[in-house]
């Protein structure tokens, strides 16, 4: 089988496909014949070697994949059936999914929501999964489209893209941060109402004018900080992300004198049963549009390439991989 290997020396990731026996797989209880993986911006940190993500070498990157069962050990699946995994340390710690095949076990994987297939399933992938966790997190803490405006950060990447799609077919009113003029019409496609410049987020006083319902951000650092100050008494700021950076220079003010709620979103350890919900919302809400708005399709041999275009921000929405 063919897989993307990465292998590590003298102080550098090197990325190359390779022609690898299918015995080299790790342990597992089910094998997946790999249709489509994402390429995430986790996948691009390790791919690169600019974020450490992987820790033992040689590694078969992939956070996430789709595709069909090959071989089952394990009575919940079957030969043929459509299934997908993100998480769970899969292309971290264990080899995963930018792969023709990948053998895990069998409680990482979610079978696909029969309105999806492995290709439409990538397209949400880890980003667009985190993105509905990041919904849920809004409506779990009492934000609806009657609390106001609702604000993605990062929002032309692949989880922005996802939460602006999802919040405005939910109804919400979504502004847009984004560091792109480059890509307005697509936000504006997806149902951004309006799109603020990022670099209006990048210094802000402890408090400001009271503005937003609720948020979802990918980005951390100041602009983070500044969302916590603008955020409206009782709101919620479902919090995913670092493309920004991991710091957060902010004060107390927000949530003792405004009751703001600072919520963080893990998707790599969310428990089974909240996956499975948020993949049949995925499947019930994300419009048809999105599919062919949001999607980029290369191959296994473009990853490096793209791993880098992503750390560029020269890429928006969400990269899958065709896996032959
Ligand atoms: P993408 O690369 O697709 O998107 C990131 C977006 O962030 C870019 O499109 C850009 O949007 C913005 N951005 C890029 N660089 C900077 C910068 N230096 N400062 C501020 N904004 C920047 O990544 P994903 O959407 O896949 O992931 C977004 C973040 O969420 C990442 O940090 C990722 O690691 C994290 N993540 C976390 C998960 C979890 O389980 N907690 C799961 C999935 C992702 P624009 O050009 O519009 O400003």
Redesign the pocket.
């Known amino acids: 089988m063919q897989a993307l290997i990465l292998e590590h020396n003298e102080g550098q990731t090197h990325a190359e496909v390779k022609k690898i026996s299918t015995s080299a797989l790790p342990e597992g209880n089910v094998i997946v014949d790999i249709n489509y993986t994402g390429l995430?911006?986790?996948d691009?940190?390790a791919i690169t070697g600019k974020g450490k993500i992987i820790r033992q070498f040689p590694m078969v990157p992939g956070?996430d994949f789709a595709g069909r069962v090959h071989s089952s050990e394990d009575n919940r699946f079957h030969i043929g059936q459509p299934v997908l995994l993100t998480?769970w340390g899969v292309g971290e710690n264990h080899w995963g999914g930018l792969a023709q095949q990948a053998r895990v076990n069998a409680d990482w994987l979610v079978p696909i929501p029969e309105q999806l297939d492995p290709r439409k399933a990538m397209i949400i992938?880890?980003?667009g999964?985190?993105?509905m966790?990041c919904v849920m997190a809004l409506e779990e803490a009492g934000v609806t489209p009657q609390s106001g405006e609702v604000i993605v950060?990062?929002?032309?990447?692949?989880?922005?893209?996802?939460a602006v799609a999802l919040l405005h077919h939910l109804g919400y009113q979504v502004a847009?941060?984004?560091?792109?003029t480059s890509?307005h019409s697509y936000?504006q496609q997806l149902g951004a109402g309006r799109i603020l410049d990022?670099d209006a987020f990048s210094d802000s006083r402890p408090l400001e004018k009271q503005t937003w319902a609720g948020a979802i951000d990918?980005?951390?650092?100041k602009?983070l900080a500044t969302l916590l100050a603008q955020m409206n008494y009782g709101g919620c700021i479902a919090a995913?992300?670092?493309?920004?950076?991991t710091s957060l220079p902010t004060t107390v003010m927000p949530f003792i004198l405004r009751n703001v709620r600072l919520q963080?979103?893990?998707?790599?350890m969310?428990p089974a049963a909240r996956r499975v919900a948020a993949w049949e919302r995925l499947a019930r809400e994300l419009p048809e549009t999105f599919y062919q708005q949001a999607a980029t399709e290369i191959t296994l041999e473009q990853t490096s390439e793209y791993a880098h275009k992503?750390?560029n921000?020269e890429?928006?929405?969400?990269?899958v991989v065709k896996i032959d």
């Open positions: 995430n911006y986790k691009a940190l956070i998480g992938g880890t980003a999964f985190t993105a966790l950060t990062g929002a032309s990447g692949g989880v922005g893209s996802t847009a941060v984004s560091g792109r890509t936000l990022r990918t980005v951390g650092g602009v995913c992300g670092l493309a920004g950076g963080g979103v893990d998707s790599v969310a992503i750390l921000n890429i928006h929405g969400r990269t």
